[in-house]
């Protein structure tokens, strides 16, 4: 079942296996709340079971940096805004990835954007990147890092 994602009343709801569920919760709110206000997109998520396009992708561009996420995912979703494709998974440990693909233009932008909910410790796979700090009313402090996709998809 589809989940649009409220910013104003944070919710837990798909989340409740993960150990930090109230802080991966924040981090997805505000996702939300970036796509509402910039875009007036509703930020919707589904289950893990039913959203495998979106996990395979995010998969198969994690390969060009020989990634394999151990954490089992959660939520995932696709869609499109403007001209810019954007895919997005949580996962149980608490981290999430974002895959930012633009479709047209003369300076495409296309990278993959890791976000560590608080509290959790960086997982094994990500080791080799370097996150910043970033404070978010809705998620307290998110740690973030990207690499710029090679590949076509």
């Known amino acids: 079942m589809n989940y649009i994602v409220d910013f104003v009343n944070v919710s837990t709801t798909g989340l409740e296996s993960s150990p930090f ?4 919760a924040g981090l997805r709110a505000n996702e939300a709340r970036y796509f509402k206000n910039k875009y007036d997109h509703d930020f919707t998520v589904e289950p893990a079971a039913t959203a495998k396009q979106a996990i395979d992708l995010v998969s198969r561009v994690l ?5 394999v996420i151990a954490s089992p995912p959660l939520e ?3 869609f499109q805004v403007e001209n810019i494709r954007w ?3 949580f ?3 608490g981290l999430s990835i974002n895959v930012l693909y633009t479709l047209d233009g003369p ?12 509290g959790m410790e960086i997982p094994e796979e990500l080791g080799s990147f370097k996150f910043a700090r970033q404070k978010s009313k809705l998620a307290g402090t998110i740690r973030g890092s990207f690499f710029v996709i090679k590949g076509e998809y």
């Open 21 to 24: 569920a109230d802080s991966l």
């Open 87 to 89: 895919t997005y998974v």
């Open 63 to 67: 390969l060009e940096r020989n990634i």
């Open 107 to 118: 300076a495409p932008k296309r990278a993959v954007g890791f976000k560590l909910c608080e």
């Open 91 to 93: 996962y149980q440990s």
């Open 76 to 78: 995932a979703t696709s």
